[in-house]
């Protein structure tokens, strides 16, 4: 038996290292227990960062091909090396995971590599990934341990030809065609990537909407835009079936709603349909927790389990699936397990699609705000009135902020636009306050500045916006 401690983290991602962190920075004795043997879990390792990495390049790949022409910058053709830019990904991975036990080290966490299992409500027994086992007692256990990519039946993903998102950020070579089965984040940021450097791109979703969940004319804003620069979009579909060969992949596609099946060909496929909350060997069984009916661990608002002592958070949980959110229940829950409040808004927490234009959103959609019956105005501003956007280039896109009428405070803000995702931080912070569209419109902004298109939505929803 090891040495006792006040909170054992079973998981290092965005949860479980922030809890683990912010616990020890409270005076609690914390370990983290990581089996990947790097800490940062996927949105480190394989997801959030990595895919970020290869969107700048991309990104930046695609402006000198297209672009710089326009702002006078005259340069030959230029040329994708893909593997220095897959090595600049794994440097920039690999810089963030050692800047993570850089904080475990100087906050005195305790960091175990090893698969955890749940014993009791104070064990926990660890599978050293140097060999060997080890027993840690505890006064509580958090279970942070994330999400794995969710299968599609009849598609088998071998990580080579038909591959996850952590496949799709490991290819050799740039696939002539791709297919990307699922309009969401995932799809949409890691097809991006690809077409910019130059693959066909198909992306197929069983909806006949991209971006499922989010406002509606946001959502058609940017198909638009995104079919404007390349990419194809095979909406109210769904794949049944895969097939490899030496060739490539050949993909059975049907409608929907029923009719006839056709064969899509691709040298590579993405299957991206979403995520479910990995519990795998943890012992829940054995130890009585309770998993809800779509997989996840079962809490009440201050994250505890039918069992007294077990704690959950992040992916494993209920709530939107995001490292952000993630992180705010470890926060959260470690400032409860050092007797201090804590709380996390879910209808607050914002989303971010990072292609470009970035597309971004917090509260409510308009068809939500409909089916609710709430009685509610709407402010929008292109960023083809914004100087900023227009001196970048980028003018595609708008912002929208949706007000209660009744109660005068902003409920919703979409955006897709250069930036989306730094400026939906500030109506995030309005909607915490319990701010107004006027309170945003009164705020000033500096000009020239992005911002300012928050502003002027913000102005709109009062039906005065200076700029349009």
Known sequence: MSENYDIVVIGGGPGGYVCAIRAAQLGLKVACVEKRGTLGGTCLNVGCIPSKALLHSSHLFEEANQHFDTHGIEINSPKVNLEKMMARKD???????????????????????????????????????DGGEETLSTKNIVIATGSEVTPLPGVEIDEKQIVSSTGALELS????????????????????????????????????????GMDGELAKQTQRIFAKQGLEFKLGHKVTGAKTTKGGVKLSVEPSKGGDAEEIKADVVLVAIGRRPFVTGLGLDNAGVELDDRGRVKTDEHFQTNIQGIFAIGDAIAGPMLAHKAEEDGVALAEMLAG???????????????????????????????????DYSVGKFPFTANGRAKAM??????????????????????????AAGDLIAEVVLAMEYGASAEDIARTCHAHPALGE???EAALAADGRAIHM
């Open 340 to 374: 201090e409040e804590g709380h996390v808004d879910y209808g607050k927490v914002p989303g971010v699609v990072y292609t470009w234009p970035e597309v971004a959103a917090v509260g409510k959609t308009e068809e939500q705000l409909k089916d609710e019956g709430t």
């Open 173 to 212: 070579s740039v696939p002539k065609k791709m297919v990307v089965i699922g309009a969401g984040v995932i799809g949409l940021e890691l097809g991006s990537v690809w077409r910019r450097l130059g693959s066909e791109v198909t992306v197929i979703e069983y909806l006949d909407r991209i971006l499922p």
């Open 453 to 455: 298109s928050v502003k």
């Open 393 to 418: 280039e980028s003018t595609e896109g708008f912002v929208k902020i949706l007000e209660d009428k009744k109660t005068h405070r902003v409920v919703g803000c979409h955006i897709v636009g250069p």
């Open 91 to 129: 440097k920039v991975v690999e810089s963030n995971v050692k800047g993570i036990e850089f904080l475990f080290k100087k906050n005195k966490v305790t960091y175990i590599k090893g698969a955890g299992e749940i014993v009791s409500a104070t064990e926990v027994k660890v599978d050293l990934l």
